[in-house]
């Protein structure tokens, strides 16, 4: 059982302790998301479904307005506009609502953390995907979110090949963190990047060598929320996947997962609770 250290991010100026492992739950705005429980549309639902997340015990929303999904269309900007990312304005105080947005684009991250107090931008491409996205991180300076992907949404599950799994991923997150480190960017969480640009196989391979990311000492995120390496392997739809994730969250948790990012959040706070409270006990 991994044994985890204390982690901190700053989150608008707070600190935010991982050393309890936290939720995320996914808010998506794409009308193509894999998993259609997750789409909302009107203004109205994605105030709802934000409620629903806090309600549920997350204490992060991760607003995503364009589908990454294997074979996605390509969109230009279009959904990456509010209202969507106003969702933290609908939140009262008390709620400690904490958005994080899903993007790739440099000017949508800028436009979300000083138009609309967003406090967290989750990068599915690292900075692949737009070259001024670490110059802006850097001066934003808020917690960024680097994800492991071969290739882009369009072509990475076309044939993902790798010489060395965990050797390719652990240098491409060398170089990464390197880079924002020598721009002064502060708070990095990394994510291997679950069902993005690996197969099955491969997924169950970075599954198993999970504990070693610690490494880095960095906060890890974890996304496998009803993703094709359980569908895929148990049978089904993203619709049957739900104890597949619990699963799968709760070995992630047990490897030293500090962020669970999910469709089903009461059910990952759930795992969280239990998890934790084996470990407690461990200290008696």
């Known amino acids: ?36 429980g997750s789409r909302q ?32 269309e390509h969109i230009s900007r279009g959904r990456d506009e509010p209202p969507a990312y106003r969702t933290g304005n609908h939140q009262p105080p008390s709620s400690g609502c904490v958005v994080s947005v899903d993007t790739f684009r440099a000017d949508v991250a800028r436009m979300c953390v000083e138009e609309y107090g967003v406090a967290i931008i989750n990068d599915i491409a690292a900075g692949e995907m737009d070259p001024q996205m670490f110059g802006t991180i850097a001066r934003l300076g808020v917690p960024y979110i680097i994800m492991h992907m071969q290739g882009t949404p369009q072509n990475m599950q076309m044939n993902p090949h790798y010489d060395n799994l965990l050797k390719e991923v652990f240098f491409y997150f060398s170089e990464k963190v390197q880079k924002l480190r020598n721009l002064g960017v502060k708070d990095i969480i990394l994510d291997p990047g679950f069902g993005f640009g690996k197969t099955v196989e491969h997924n169950y391979q ?79």
């Open 206 to 284: 970075l599954m198993n060598h999970l504990e070693e990311f610690s490494l880095f000492e960095l906060p890890l995120l974890v996304g496998v929320s009803r993703k094709s390496m359980i569908y895929k392997l148990l049978g089904g739809t993203p619709d049957d996947a739900l104890n597949g994730t619990t699963v799968l969250d709760t070995i992630s948790l047990l490897k030293g997962a500090d962020i669970l990012r999910v469709h089903d959040v009461k059910a990952a706070v759930e795992t969280v609770k239990i998890v934790q409270k084996m470990k407690d006990s461990a200290a008696f």
């Open 1 to 36: 059982m991994e044994t985890k250290t204390a982690k901190y991010i700053n989150v608008n100026g707070q600190l935010m302790d991982l050393s309890r492992p936290q939720v995320m739950g996914i808010l998506n705005v794409t009308p193509d998301s894999f998993y259609a």
């Open 41 to 72: 549309q009107t203004e109205k639902d994605i105030i709802s479904r934000a409620s629903q997340i806090l309600e549920e015990g997350a204490s992060i929303i991760d607003i995503g307005a364009y589908s990454s999904r294997p074979n996605a």
